[in-house]
């Protein structure tokens, strides 16, 4: 069976600070992968995916993920966060979108 | 364009009684996944529909059930509800059933 890992619950960072959100996966083949973020009450917003390529994927308001398949592992990146960045992260993987499975999500808290 | 649009926002019920959630997906999709997301975990893949019919479907029980109407929206409908269904309900819609999917702002569920 899928499953993700975000191994972090919360995770503080200031404003104009890199940020790095961990993503573990366990999928039997080739893994579809996805980031989404989720504004307090609010729906699910893709921020980037991966499904076959470039191990580097670029996405919206200035993030990158990069799949490493040794390490089961598609970890989100931005070099310096905003503080319209605050928002829940979720991390998902799929088979060719038919059903995802979400891990448990990371709060991202920005601090001036 | 408006993406996907789901009704009502908010809704309280009591335990025993039924409810129906609504959603309509992004023009041209023509695939709706639906998802539970409780307070504080990441949504769980409830069923898909394509097509008017359940393709797939997790690990809920017989007491959530779908239907797809042929201009591709979608309804979500649980029976005696319990208080642990009280969740945010998300839809999902996409272009076919191996398209990025696209989330609405969700439905909030309260069971008293």
């Known amino acids: 069976a899928q499953s993700v890992t975000q191994p972090d619950i919360h995770i503080t960072v200031s404003e104009g600070a890199s940020l790095e959100l961990r993503c573990n996966y366990s999928?039997?083949?080739?893994?579809?992968l996805f980031w989404y973020v989720q504004s307090p009450g609010q729906g699910l917003q893709l921020l980037l995916k991966?499904?076959?390529?470039?191990?580097l994927v670029q996405g919206i308001k200035g993030f990158e993920a990069e799949f490493k398949r040794s390490q089961s592992s598609f970890n989100l990146r931005k070099p310096s966060v905003h503080w319209s960045d605050a928002a829940e992260y979720f991390c998902?993987?799929?088979?060719?979108?038919?059903?995802?499975?979400f891990g448990t999500g990371t709060r991202l808290t920005i601090i001036p | 364009d408006a993406g996907v649009t789901q009704s009502p926002t908010h809704l309280i019920k009591t335990r025993g009684q039924q409810v129906t959630l609504r959603c309509s997906p992004k023009?041209?999709?023509?695939?709706v996944s639906w998802y539970q997301q409780a307070l504080g975990q990441g949504p769980q893949f409830i069923f898909q529909?394509?097509?008017?019919?359940?393709?797939q479907r997790g690990n809920f029980p017989d007491r959530f059930s779908g239907h797809q109407f042929p201009n591709y929206s979608s309804e979500l409908n649980v029976n005696a509800l319990l208080l642990g269904d009280s969740a945010l309900y998300l839809c999902?819609?996409?272009?076919?059933?191996?398209?990025?999917?696209?989330f609405g702002p969700g439905t909030r569920l309260t069971v008293l």
């Open positions: 999928y039997g083949a080739t893994p579809y």
């Open positions: 023009s041209g999709h023509d695939t």
């Open positions: 991966y499904f076959s390529g470039d191990t």
């Open positions: 529909y394509y097509e008017e019919e359940e393709r």
């Open positions: 998902a993987v799929g088979d060719g979108n038919e059903k995802l499975t």
């Open positions: 999902a819609s996409s272009l076919d059933l191996r398209d990025t999917q696209y």
